[in-house]
């Protein structure tokens, strides 16, 4: 079974940092276009960040210059650090994934999401 999982989440004082983790577990070839979205209450899912097959990089205008995302290939894992966390950087964050996903016979494109990992930023 295929899926992602985030993890590092937790409460943390308003400039403080936090690293997120996202790792993809199953039979999977590769991981194309990875992104972290994050979701505060009241407020529709935002993109945070996104990562491409080949390193490029973006980010939304309200994390440039604070948070950064990599990625290591060889372990399927991408990461979100977090600096100068402010109280409206508090949600929850979600991992998003393109995969190549083998299975009998060959291999598929597929779209996965992780179930979110809480951050809470107070001041």
């Known amino acids: 079974q295929v899926q992602l999982v985030e993890s590092g989440g937790d409460l943390v004082q308003a400039g403080g940092s936090l690293r997120l983790s996202c790792t993809a577990y199953g039979d999977i070839f590769s991981i194309d276009k990875l992104g972290w979205y994050r979701q505060a209450p009241g407020k529709e899912r935002e993109l945070v960040a996104l990562i491409t097959s080949d390193g490029t990089q973006t980010y939304a205008d309200s994390v440039k210059g604070r948070f950064s995302i990599s990625r290591d290939n060889a372990k399927n894992t991408a990461y979100l650090q977090m600096n100068s966390l402010k109280p409206h950087d508090t949600a929850v964050y979600y991992c998003?994934?393109?995969?190549?996903?083998?299975?009998?016979?060959?291999?598929?494109?597929?779209?996965?999401w992780g179930q979110g990992t809480h951050v809470t930023v107070s001041s």
């Open positions: 998003n994934a393109d995969l190549q996903i083998n299975f009998v016979g060959g291999r598929r494109a597929q779209n996965y």
